[in-house]
């Protein structure tokens, strides 16, 4: 499976933006996909993750704020973003889970990993 991410860009402190994941293949059997993220000098961290059933899992500092959807159709997850706050910059990764792993928020879990878009908020 090959990710691209895209819809990163620079936006104003409590501004908007829809990320986009979209798979060379089909999605429909892939367990878990998330979103990470990683700003400069800081470990890369789960910002949320879905699994195929919908269930969805959020970091703590995005709660109410972000929404992480897949569409198996489209073979495409999204993680819309409002109320963005310039602790949110950092380069964001989308990753599938590795085949026969559950929910995990460590990133070693993950097998495959987009190229990453980067999202600059400013104040």
């Known amino acids: 499976v090959q990710l691209q991410a895209s819809g990163g860009g620079l936006v104003q402190a409590g501004g908007s933006l829809r990320l986009s994941c979209a798979a060379s293949?089909?999605?429909?059997?892939?367990?878990?996909m998330g979103w990470y993220r990683q700003a400069p000098g800081k470990e890369r961290e789960l910002v949320a993750h879905?699994?195929?059933?919908?269930?969805?899992n959020y970091a703590d500092s995005v709660k109410g704020r972000f929404t992480i959807a897949r569409d198996n159709a489209k073979n495409t997850m999204y993680l819309q973003m409002n109320s963005l706050k310039p602790g949110d910059t950092a380069v964001y990764y989308c990753?599938?889970?590795?085949?026969?792993?559950?929910?995990?928020?460590?990133?070693?879990?993950?097998?495959?990993w987009g190229q990453g878009t980067q999202v600059t908020v400013s104040s």
């Open positions: 990753a599938t889970v590795r085949l026969g792993y559950g929910s995990s928020r460590n990133p070693n879990d993950y097998e495959y």
């Open positions: 293949g089909s999605i429909f059997s892939i367990n878990v």
């Open positions: 879905i699994t195929s059933g919908g269930t969805t």
